[in-house]
């Protein structure tokens, strides 16, 4: 029993850490790039700040083909035998390096077919150079994902970043403009990848750099599905703003983008505790299904006694949170927006968990068929819903997407590892969040700060009475909760 708890605590204190790390990387890697478009704006004009939005956009699109599915694949293998990381590191390497010269020359070559002004060309042909080693560093934070080292990418990312406004500040403050910024840029994700090779090689496995073609062809052939359902995602995740912007108009696609932003602090959560298990997932399914079968439920439970309470609040401070986020009343009117897709939290977390299961247990190709689907039920709803109703209409096929999303991906994965008993675990955290609720409704005449820590409280006693009955007590609510991490039964 001691050694199962000392391995369930150094599991535990992995799992921390790396949902820790990957967190700190995303956020910092949106506040800082948020606050390098804010200096952009202040010194420089409109034009300016357009070529480098757009520059950056077409930038992250493009990195979805230059990696080709790559670091998906090569996170899921590596977690089954990192025995033979040399020589997937180098393979994938070789395979990146080839794409992402062809992609970037895509890029530049979109940006000439567009007819896009000279300088603007400039800009984006300077970013599109960024691929190579932004592809590169994404094959090596795969191995670092499959090995649970995560903190090595926020050791190469959070000092980077840092340089990055530093240096943003410096140059605009002397009067250079954004072709310099796209440099610098561009050099920051260069110094991100020789700080990653380095640890790489330091504290995990020197490579070997020998290319084997035919290792090369097989990884580029079965990571092509993976590039199809993040090119299908990229497009998914553009496709409402588009089409606010053709039905609606620009302030529209504003008050559109000003909800969605409340609700990523959330999505990035879940992303990252996601990930940061997804090794343990794999080995799982190595091990025996019925284990993963296990770690599913329980995952779905964890994470929605962090998602359900934060719906809750952001669903009832909508319009307090878009005000003091943005400083406009204006942007009260997204309110509405909000509360819809908030709604869309909970199916998140299934979508999430299920959908990393069912990469973890090699159904990639039903992900890849589930994200079509998805596609076009988004596009048929958003058409008709967006043209009568507007940005509300726009929410409401996001909602009716995600829960088509979530249906299809809880079928697929019950189709690979029995039935899931979801809502045998789930009840726990909803009957708290109820309650959390119903003491918003209760105590929002008394103010939203009074409203928000009473109902934060009933939450907590509401959850933690509900778990540790559950678990029989709290002697075995903590040896036995988080037992799921381990293959061993408690």
């Known amino acids: 029993m001691t050694t199962a708890r000392t391995m369930l605590r150094t599991q535990l204190a992995r799992v921390a850490t790396n949902t820790a790390s990957l967190l700190t990387t995303d956020v910092l890697n949106k506040a800082t790039t948020f606050v390098v478009y804010a200096l952009v704006a202040r010194f420089t004009d409109t034009r300016e700040f357009g070529q480098l939005s757009l520059g950056l956009l077409l930038l992250y699109t493009f990195q979805v083909f230059a990696c080709v599915g790559l670091p998906t694949l090569v996170t899921r293998d590596l977690a089954l035998d990192r025995s033979q990381t040399a020589k997937y590191f180098s393979n994938a390497s070789a395979v990146v390096i080839v794409t992402s010269?062809?992609?970037?020359?895509?890029?530049?070559?979109?940006?000439?077919?567009?007819?896009?002004?000279?300088?603007?060309?400039?800009?984006?042909?300077?970013?599109?150079?960024?691929?190579?080693?932004?592809?590169?560093?994404?094959?090596?934070?795969?191995?670092?994902?499959?090995?649970?080292?995560?903190?090595?990418?926020?050791?190469a990312n959070v000092p980077a970043n840092l340089l990055k406004v530093g240096l943003a500040y410096a140059l605009l403050r002397q009067g250079y403009g954004v072709v310099a910024i796209a440099v610098m840029l561009v050099g920051c994700r260069v110094l991100i990848l020789v700080a990653e090779w380095v640890m790489l090689v330091a504290a995990i496995e020197r490579p070997h750099f020998r290319?084997?073609?035919?290792?090369?062809?097989?990884?580029?052939?079965?990571?092509?599905?993976?590039?199809?359902?993040?090119?299908?995602?990229?497009?998914?995740?553009?496709?409402?703003?588009?089409l606010i912007s053709k039905l609606c108009g620009e302030s529209d696609v504003g008050l559109y983008s000003a909800a969605c932003q409340l609700l990523i602090p959330a999505r990035l959560f879940f992303q990252s505790v996601v990930s940061s298990v997804f090794p343990i997932m794999c080995r799982k399914v190595k091990s025996d299904l019925a284990h993963l079968a296990r770690f599913v439920p329980w995952l779905v439970e964890f994470l929605m006694m962090i998602g359900l309470p934060i719906a809750v609040g952001v669903f009832f401070l909508a319009g307090p949170c878009l005000l003091l986020l943005y400083g406009d009343p204006s942007f009260v009117q997204a309110a509405g927006v909000v509360r819809i897709l908030v709604a869309a939290l909970f199916f998140q977390t299934l979508i999430s968990v299920f959908g990393h299961a069912l990469w973890a247990g090699w159904r990639e190709r039903v992900t890849l068929r589930i994200i079509a689907v998805n596609l076009v039920v988004n596009l048929v709803l958003g058409l008709v819903l967006i043209h009568y109703f507007g940005i509300l209409g726009a929410a409401v096929a996001s909602l009716a997407t995600c829960l088509v999303n979530a249906l299809q991906h809880y079928l697929?994965?019950?189709?690979?590892?029995?039935?899931?008993?979801?809502?045998?675990?789930?009840?726990?955290?909803?009957?708290?969040?109820?309650?959390?609720?119903?003491?918003?409704?209760?105590?929002?005449?008394?103010?939203?700060?009074?409203?928000?820590?009473?109902?934060?409280?009933?939450?907590?006693?509401?959850?933690?009475?509900?778990?540790?009955?559950?678990?029989?007590?709290?002697?075995?609510?903590?040896?036995?909760?988080?037992?799921?991490?381990?293959?061993?039964?408690?």
């Open 101 to 155: 010269t062809l992609v970037s020359l895509g890029m530049w070559g979109f940006a000439w077919l567009m007819q896009y002004s000279a300088d603007t060309r400039l800009v984006i042909s300077i970013l599109a150079i960024g691929l190579v080693p932004l592809s590169l560093a994404s094959v090596t934070e795969a191995v670092f994902r499959a090995w649970e080292r995560m903190h090595f990418i926020a050791y």
């Open 211 to 242: 290319i084997e073609w035919h290792r090369a062809k097989d990884l580029l052939v079965r990571g092509s599905t993976f590039l199809g359902i993040d090119g299908l995602v990229a497009i998914w995740n553009s496709l409402d703003v588009v």
């Open 412 to 490: 697929a994965a019950a189709q690979l590892l029995g039935p899931l008993p979801i809502f045998r675990t789930a009840w726990k955290p909803v009957t708290a969040a109820a309650a959390m609720a119903g003491c918003f409704v209760m105590f929002q005449s008394a103010g939203d700060v009074v409203a928000s820590i009473v109902s934060t409280l009933t939450y907590v006693s509401v959850l933690g009475v509900l778990v540790v009955h559950a678990a029989g007590g709290v002697d075995e609510f903590r040896t036995a909760y988080f037992s799921p991490l381990l293959n061993e039964q408690p």
